[in-house]
């Protein structure tokens, strides 16, 4: 699965980063929200396909870090050395170059030291993400993509989905509701509700100190927002991010939207 | 399939850009590079679910610009959403622009409607868009999301897509490029390229020349994954304009499975 262990680039990344469309997938330390490498129901497997380009003119230290689920220790980092305009791709990353397995969510930072210590904000790391699954019964696949998040712009006091279900016929699609506390020290707790009236759709969850955690909402109905609140009491952190996922119950079709980070009135 | 009128928000963005979470999808102007309402082939019918949420305390004009294919007709429409509320459309194109086929949008935020609407430097929207179609055989569907850009952001010298094809079985996969051309006044040419040579000349590519204020999606073959296809932008200097942008999508031949990269901007050697 690892079909790609390097690709060369001959273009250059320009410089002057505000000049230039900064995709939502290039900084200097970039997170993977959902990744893995897991059975699924009904024959599916799911695997992560992740490119990592080093678009900076000098080879770039990078440290991988998995952020598993509650439950899950947190193994150590893995560290690798990208040269200058080369990147990696592999259709089975978690597997590949991670060594884990389950769901869990990726912290790419471009590392100061050979010991991975440190970031250096010259680094310039572009990553993709989607993950897949041979659709059972066919010879083909079905998957989702999930875009990179630059870490440093991550200040998320409350959080909002807007688009998730599927508005054509609601009844056929379930959701999903993803979060990864980045806090590296305190546990946080937060509250899911995605149908503002009824507090009975509610879910609460304790995130530990660097991991993330999948949950199910069930089915969204046309016009309902998901919210996401930080409630917790001791060591609240904006260092949080979230996501939603819609999934076709017929065809695993799949589509995801990053929560927009706000604040609640 | 214009499901939702409405739908209202709790959530208030914060007022600091610059500090928070900055989505893709969020301005005051904002570019869907494809969108479409168009039969596909074997039964397909593609449409684009889009939902665009006004993230201000005020309510807010909305112009949207549809960018066609060559030979296709340009049209602006527009709403106003309410302050913190939002529309979605499961067959966006149909329903609030008009027009069959496939296109980009232009979303932009305004003061006033008309032929010369001004941009409203306060208008704070959210975008999210995927295209979509059932899936032949099957009571599902099939789709893709494809992230809106922020207009203000787009400065492209040249592009790079680097994660297309199907790196676990690459004859299974297709691989679409897209390119828009922002430039309201000038067309442009564009080389694209999938592999060595990569970099300037790289007039060696598909050129396409895409009209003023339009969108062209084209077919493109190459060695997955080896390399990144680029696309150079080859117009004449005196009338080139950094006002494009480029998406690739690749798509499962069987089942119709895509996913999409919207091109990072570069400059060449």
Not at chain 1, 120 to 132: E, K, P
Not at chain 1, 157 to 180: C, E, H, K, L, Q
Not at chain 2, 26 to 44: F, Q
Not at chain 2, 121 to 135: D, E, H, M
Request: a negative charge.
């Amino acid at each position: 699965m690892r079909a790609l262990t390097a690709f060369a680039i001959l273009l250059v990344a320009t410089s002057l980063s505000a000049a230039v469309v900064q995709p939502l997938g290039a900084g200097f330390q970039l997170l993977i929200p959902a990744a893995g490498s897991t059975p699924g129901l009904n024959g599916t497997f799911f695997r992560s396909d992740i490119s990592i380009v080093n678009l900076a003119p000098h080879d770039q230290i990078v440290q991988l870090q998995w952020l598993p689920a509650p439950g899950i220790s947190l193994p150590q980092p893995v560290l690798l050395t990208l040269k200058q305009s080369t990147g990696i791709r592999s259709a089975d990353f978690v597997h590949d170059y991670m060594n884990q397995t389950g769901l869990g969510a990726i912290l790419v930072t471009a590392a100061l030291n050979s010991d991975g210590s440190g970031i250096d904000q010259t680094g310039r790391l572009f990553v993709s993400s989607r993950i897949w699954t041979p659709q059972p019964g066919t010879n083909g696949t079905t998957s989702q993509d999930l875009p990179a998040i630059p870490a440093s712009q991550l200040n998320t006091p409350a959080a909002a989905i807007f688009s998730m279900g599927g508005a054509d016929d609601p009844p056929s699609y379930r959701t999903n509701v993803g979060i990864v506390n980045l806090d590296p020290v305190h546990a946080q707790t937060f509250f899911i509700i995605h149908f503002v009236q009824d507090p009975a759709n509610s879910i609460t969850i304790t995130l530990p100190p660097f991991s993330m955690q999948q949950v199910s909402v069930g089915t969204i109905v046309p016009g309902e927002q998901i919210q996401i609140q930080n409630i917790t009491q001791s060591g609240k952190s904006n260092f949080w991010t979230a996501y939603g996922s819609t999934i076709n119950n017929v065809t695993g079709d799949a589509w995801d939207e990053i929560a927009v980070a706000g604040t609640t009135p | 399939m214009r499901t939702l009128a409405s739908l209202s928000l709790v959530l208030i963005a914060v007022a600091a850009p610059a500090a928070v979470v900055q989505p893709l999808g969020t301005s005051n102007s904002v570019l869907i590079p494809a969108a479409g309402s168009t039969a596909g082939v074997n039964g397909t019918f593609f449409r684009s679910d889009i939902t665009i949420v006004n993230l201000a305390d005020h309510a807010q004009t909305v112009e949207f610009q549809w960018l066609p294919e060559p030979g296709g007709t340009g049209a602006g429409e527009g709403v106003t959403i309410p302050a913190r509320s939002g529309i979605r459309s499961t067959d966006f194109v149909n329903d609030y622009l008009h027009r069959t086929g496939v296109g980009s949008i232009l979303i932009t935020a305004v003061t006033t409607v008309g032929p010369l609407p001004l941009p409203d430097p306060t208008g704070k929207l959210f975008v999210s868009s995927r295209i979509w179609t059932a899936q032949p055989g099957t009571n599902g569907t099939t789709s893709q999301s494809l992230p809106a850009i922020p207009f203000a952001t787009i400065n492209t010298e040249s592009a790079a897509i680097f994660a297309m094809g199907g790196a676990d079985d690459p004859p299974s996969y297709r691989v679409n490029i897209g390119v828009v051309n922002l430039d309201f006044d000038h067309a442009q040419t564009f080389a694209i390229t999938w592999g060595p040579p990569l970099g300037a000349p790289v007039q060696t590519g598909t050129a396409v020349t895409i009209p003023p204020g339009s969108m062209v999606q084209v077919s493109t073959t190459g060695t997955c994954c080896t390399n990144p296809i680029s696309i150079t932008n080859i117009t004449p200097p005196d009338t080139r304009s950094n006002r494009w942008t480029a998406y690739g999508s690749t798509i499962n031949n069987v089942t119709g499975d895509a996913w999409d990269e919207i091109a990072v901007a570069v400059t060449t050697p």
